[in-house]
């Protein structure tokens, strides 16, 4: 690639196309608020409408006066500034495959998607709905499940379909031995992380889930409306550095998020004998 040919807009849209494709933690977010972020810092407001109030309804008769409805509006602090800077050396693009740029800039939206992701799953010590197990075992995980879905549809969750379970990779293994039924399709398959389905909820295996200090696996349970990620792609731009004789290109990943439904944002906290 020359950097004569670079066009920014188009390496922006491909940076984006890829970060979609890695990510698991934010594939799993609210994305409907992306906002006009300009710099680390920018705020963007999330609007949401309060309850709606059901009535009897008596044939015949006159029905209430419109119900004035009262919006909601939170803010969600852009707070994350990412980039990546890299060169290729010219006499290393002229004696490989022409493609080389395009394969670093996949390389760096996985780099990129990675710092997302573990950004998100931080948002683990913010639950104030929890679930702890000192020594968790397969049976009892499964328990663990089920008790955080009744408590998912309690709270008015009705659909199944919408509650995912993010994982290590050592529940994650606990589950595969115990060979616990995890259904799945081929085009659910095809969703980054994904590892099946219990009771119903979707559940995703990341590097990134939190392994606190203790050895507590944060293992999330949640809806996908409940964490809200916003970004933008802000800069990339191709140059040349003054004393190389190479191709450069540096790119901006801006982006924050916030749990807006905490009461369907919950933790199974667990650790297990190795």
């Known amino acids: 690639m020359a950097i004569t040919n670079f066009i920014s807009t188009i390496w922006s849209e491909n ?5 979609d494709k890695k990510y698991v933690g934010v594939m799993n977010c609210s994305r409907d608020y992306e906002g006009d972020i300009k710099n680390q810092g920018s705020v963007v407001k999330i609007c949401g409408i309060d309850c709606v109030n059901i009535s009897d309804y008596t044939k015949n008769s006159d029905i209430g006066g419109p119900e004035m409805l009262s919006d909601v509006a939170r803010t969600l602090r852009i707070d994350q500034a990412k980039y ?3 060169q290729i050396d010219d006499v290393d693009r002229a004696q490989s495959n022409p493609k080389l740029m395009d394969e670093a800039m996949k390389v760096a939206a996985a780099a990129l998607a990675n710092e997302a992701d573990a950004y998100v799953y931080s948002l683990y010590s913010e639950a104030y709905n929890n679930i702890t197990d000192d020594n968790v075992t397969a049976e009892k995980l499964i328990d663990h499940i089920i008790s955080l879905k009744t408590i998912m549809m309690q709270k008015g969750v009705l659909d199944p379909n919408d509650i ?3 994982v290590t990779p050592e529940i994650a293994a606990m589950i595969l031995k115990a060979k616990i039924d995890i259904g ?3 085009m659910e398959a095809l969703e980054s992380g994904l590892l099946g389905k219990i009771a119903g909820c979707k559940v995703y295996v990341s590097n990134n889930v939190v392994v606190d200090e203790n050895n507590y696996h944060q293992c999330l349970f949640r809806t996908k409306r409940a964490v809200t990620f916003a970004e933008q792609i802000s800069e990339v731009e191709a140059y040349r550095p003054e004393k190389r004789f190479a191709d450069a290109v540096k790119g901006l990943h801006l982006y924050g998020a916030k749990i807006v439904y905490p009461e369907e944002f919950m933790v199974l906290s667990v ?3 190795s």
Do not use: I
Request: glycine letters at 0%.
């Open 15 to 19: 940076l984006y196309k890829q970060l």
């Open 164 to 166: 995912v379970l993010e």
């Open 184 to 186: 799945s399709d081929n």
């Open 84 to 86: 990546f800077n890299f």
């Open 271 to 273: 650790r297990f004998d």
